[in-house]
């Protein structure tokens, strides 16, 4: 991506003149990968993508615009999970704008579940970032403030498997100071940034997953009560303090026959695709090596 074609329009400048404490500069998605410790203290990145957000911004002068961009390719915004650097973790999708009208992209995510999330709970805004190249401006991807109200964090629920959780416990990264998210960078709208938006027409060409393609699935999900992907811990962050109805874009999805079946591990939930749906082609949560997508929840 090349500055003079930007992923976004903004208002917003985001600059920063210090860097994490202890951290090199990344140049490539296994070196973003190995700060994952410096960057989720309690080892734990569920929904916490406002923090890889905000460690790549503030490494923004000591990059390039078009590293930059591809760091960002490098975990998913809904899950917060690593991702491999390969084509197909592009989901093209086409969300609400903060303030009205639509806007299609492209998104990575770890499984399909996340694309799903993405469309019921994110919006797209603008935020303006300097560079080694200069001023970017940039598409990026938004949720509501969930420190508005700070005390939902406690509330508990019955996930899955049955356990009485809250999102203190399996999204402890999700912090509030003083009514903000702790570590998030804002829009120019001020929402939290939990990753860009790709909005040039050649990425979403070379898309190797369309999100509608998914609807059927994702309407028995929700329908099934959210027992594959992230279940309901992403759902329950942005959901605490909503961004304003828009352009809903899953609004007329109806629940249909689906092909869903469930794997589990002691560290990991994640979903199975049988091979009739979706289409051939689109990417699934089959866990097929060291090096395959990992749509996880943490425990």
Known sequence: MMAQTPILTASLLIIFTSQVAHAQTPSSIKDLEGQYDNIFKTGNRNAASHLWSSYIFKQSQDLNASTLEHLFTGFCPVSGSPLPDTPNTAFAVTLPKVGGGTQTGVVRHCCWPCSCDLRD??????ADVITKDGPSTYHVLVIGNPCIHPEKLSETWKDSDGRTVSLRH???EVQCDGGKLRGA??????????????????A???????????????????????????GLIFLKVAGIAPL???NATLSEIHASKGYLRRRGSRRTSSLLVSDTAPASGDMDCRMRSADSLRCKVEH
Not at 121 to 126: A, C, H, K, L
Not at 212 to 229: D, I, L, P, W
């Open 204 to 230: 979403i060409s070379r898309s190797a997953n369309q999100a509608s393609k998914f609807n059927a699935v994702c309407a028995q999900r929700r329908a099934e009560g959210y027992t594959s992907g992230m």
């Open 121 to 126: 709970s994110v919006q797209v805004d603008t």
């Open 244 to 246: 304003p109805a828009g």
């Open 170 to 172: 399996v999204a402890p």
């Open 185 to 202: 960078v804002a829009s120019s709208h001020g929402h939290p940034i939990i990753g860009l938006f790709d909005a040039r027409s050649g």
